[in-house]
């Protein structure tokens, strides 16, 4: 029996809407890293109406780590000040303690960090496992932040 003041824990389906909407975000991101590190490097391209920036090697792989900061970075900072990303605010879910409290910055931090972890080896199949398995709805980074996603 659920109590009226436990908050509902999220599971696969509605933290995944979020995560959809969130990759926009990310979408914007990488774009944000890829001509940041191509505009430092003076290889952006322009012809017409386009503008490319083409990075191989090192400027690429820059671009990348920078990418995974900055997307770590937008989950682990609204989650630690709002609770909520632009996608669990969409879907009306937040991140929180187990206990229900604000999650602390270091919490946030490491959650967000092991989504690297639970992304392998392709589209998050760590994560939906671990959650899957779950007796509390919780991915890897859920259970080493001691935190969960709830309604």
Same mark, same amino acid.
């Not at 012809?47 to 682990?76: C, K, Q, R």
């Given at each position: 029996?659920?109590?009226?003041?436990?908050?509902e824990r999220c599971g696969i389906v509605i933290r995944g809407v979020?995560?959809?909407?969130?990759?926009?975000?990310?979408?914007?991101?990488?774009?944000?890293? %890829?001509?940041?590190?191509?505009?430092?490097?003076?290889?952006?391209? %322009?012809?017409? %109406?386009?503008?490319?920036?083409?990075?191989?090697?090192?400027?690429?792989?820059?671009?990348?780590?920078?990418?995974?900061?900055?997307?770590?970075?937008?989950?682990?900072?609204?989650?630690?000040?709002?609770?909520? %990303?632009?996608?669990?605010?969409?879907? !009306?879910?937040?991140?929180?303690?187990?206990?229900?409290?604000?999650?602390?910055?270091?919490?946030?931090?490491?959650?967000?960090?092991?989504?690297?972890?639970?992304?392998?080896?392709?589209?998050?199949?760590?994560?939906?496992?671990?959650?899957?398995?779950?007796?509390?709805? !919780?991915?890897?980074?859920?259970?080493?932040?001691?935190?969960?996603?709830?309604?």
């Amino acid at each position: 029996m659920k109590n009226e003041d436990t908050p509902e824990r999220c599971g696969i389906v509605i933290r995944g809407v979020a995560m959809a909407i969130d990759s926009i975000v990310w979408f914007a991101l990488f774009f944000v890293s %890829t001509f940041l590190v191509a505009g430092v490097i003076g290889d952006i391209q %322009t012809s017409g %109406t386009t503008t490319n920036a083409d990075l191989e090697g090192v400027p690429a792989l820059v671009s990348l780590v920078l990418w995974m900061g900055f997307s770590i970075g937008y989950h682990a900072l609204l989650e630690w000040r709002f609770g909520r %990303t632009i996608g669990k605010a969409a879907v !009306k879910i937040r991140a929180t303690n187990s206990d229900g409290s604000s999650i602390s910055l270091q919490s946030s931090v490491v959650r967000n960090v092991l989504r690297l972890v639970d992304f392998f080896p392709f589209f998050y199949v760590v994560g939906i496992v671990s959650l899957a398995v779950s007796d509390h709805s !919780k991915r890897l980074g859920d259970r080493f932040a001691d935190t969960i996603v709830v309604r």
